[in-house]
């Protein structure tokens, strides 16, 4: 029997209208159709995307509207930037950077604050792990605000050693083997 994949299509999310998926299943053999339609959440793309990309959210929700103009590492050829895209729309980003034996760096970790608790940070945290494992990273780890600690710990990262303050605010190294 030939199997049919299911197609994509647009649709509208039923609990909030906004763009959703479905998935389309022909199923019977007179063109009946099954539809599946899942939550808009769940149709949100991380992907890869370029430095100047995450400037806007790094300085509206990391510098307060004070400006950013990047870090140093952000054209370095091996820097990763990800982003969390719903509807052409940038909702959440992530910075990954090389660094020594294997272990890579996390910076700018924002998340669109209308948006924030959804799991857009969650997935840019687990999109980061794959895209490191298969370029054989050993581990990443950030300098975590003490107000984000739990996000990382819910993620399954863990806090090492002692606080610092780093632009005026108090922090925690975050780690993470991979
Ligand atoms: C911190 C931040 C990146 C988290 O992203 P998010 O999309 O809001 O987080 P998620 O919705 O994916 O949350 C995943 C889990 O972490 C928890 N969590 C999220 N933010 C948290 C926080 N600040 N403190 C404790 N737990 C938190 C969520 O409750 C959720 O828990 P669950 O697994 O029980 O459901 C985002 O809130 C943000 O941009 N905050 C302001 C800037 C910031 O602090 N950046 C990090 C600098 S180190």
């Not at 808009?40 to 430095?51: N, W």
């Not at 990382?152 to 991979?178: F, S, T």
Request: net charge negative.
């Amino acid at each position: 029997m030939r199997s049919i994949s299911p197609s994509i299509v647009h649709w509208l999310c039923s609990n909030c209208g906004n763009p959703a998926q479905a998935s389309v299943v022909p199923v019977g053999g007179s063109g009946g159709k099954s539809v599946t339609l899942q939550s808009c959440r769940a149709v949100l793309v991380v992907r890869v995307i370029d430095a100047a990309s995450t400037h806007d959210l790094r300085n509206r929700v990391l510098r307060g509207g004070r400006g950013h103009d990047g870090f140093p590492e952000d054209a370095w050829p091996e820097t990763l930037h990800l982003g969390a895209v719903d509807d052409d729309v940038i909702v959440g980003v992530a910075t990954f950077v090389p660094r020594d034996d294997g272990w890579w760096q996390l910076r700018g970790m924002a998340v669109e604050p209308s948006r924030q608790g959804e799991g857009v940070g969650r997935a840019i945290l687990a999109d980061g792990d794959r895209h490191l494992r298969s370029v054989g990273a050993s581990g990443v780890w950030a300098n975590a605000r003490d107000t984000a600690l739990g996000f990382y710990e819910r993620a399954g990262w863990v806090v090492v050693g002692d606080g610092y303050v780093l632009v005026d605010l108090p922090h925690h190294r975050v780690e993470h083997e991979l």
